[in-house]
């Protein structure tokens, strides 16, 4: 399996909802990443877990909450978000900051 | 830290021409680059990485070229077909650092 799988594929939620986004991978990838992704611009690198442990946080607001139960899976908690938060959330895996490999994103929409 | 400058920001080549896209790198010790080509409203996906052991890789009609001197790096896409339009990110990393830095992409369009 070379895939990252993310859940949902898209996501509409109001500013005082309390959502999840899901994200696997079975490559054996010790690293998993969270990106956040506007229109016509680079990923922006959130959260880095490596061997299930927060190793990297990009200053990111804490009504985005970063959760990795075990070596596959990673999820990203959202509470109380802001229309400014809509974008393309994209989870990654690596081997050593190696090759990436990309999910296919939650398109989120905060209204 | 690192920081990739990427150039140009838009590139538009005609069918069967060739597109380069350059990259410049600021900390001498990122040893890794990756390049990812992105259609729209689909993921990042890996084309081709070098490291800076290698000065050039190819993989049938895509290069990258690595000068560590001048830090610098290049994309050679020959050949062009419609189905290279896409974005297209550089980046750099410090081989067993977690993170990578993307440069802010060049939109490539191919001209019929």
């Known amino acids: 399996d070379t895939e990252v799988t993310q859940t949902p594929k898209h996501l509409v939620m109001g500013m005082t909802n309390k959502k999840s986004l899901k994200c696997e991978q079975h490559?054996?990838?010790?690293?998993m990443y969270w990106y956040k992704q506007k229109a016509k611009k680079p990923p922006e690198l959130m959260f880095v877990?490596?061997?299930?442990?927060?190793?990297i946080n990009e200053s990111v607001p804490s009504r985005f909450s970063p959760e990795c139960p075990n070596s596959s899976l990673l999820n990203l908690h959202l509470h109380a978000l802001q229309p400014e938060d809509s974008a393309l959330y994209l989870c990654?895996?690596?081997?050593?900051?190696?090759?990436?490999?990309f999910g296919s994103g939650t398109r989120l929409t905060v209204v | 830290g690192e920081n990739v400058e990427q150039h140009p920001s838009t590139l538009s080549v005609q069918e069967g021409d060739s597109a380069v896209i350059k990259c410049t790198y600021s900390d001498s010790a990122s040893n890794y680059f990756p390049w990812y080509k992105q259609e729209l409203g689909k993921r990042p996906q890996l084309i081709i990485d070098i490291r800076s052991n290698v000065g050039e890789k190819k993989d049938q009609r895509i290069a990258v070229t690595l000068n560590k001197t001048a830090k610098h790096f290049s994309l050679h896409i020959t050949e062009t077909q419609p189905e290279d339009s896409a974005v297209y990110f550089c980046a750099a990393s410090i081989s067993g650092d977690d993170k990578i830095i993307f440069g802010k992409g060049t939109r490539l369009h191919i001209l019929p």
């Open positions: 877990y490596s061997y299930e442990k927060l190793s």
């Open positions: 990654a895996s690596s081997q050593a900051s190696y090759g990436y490999t």
């Open positions: 490559m054996g990838h010790r690293a």
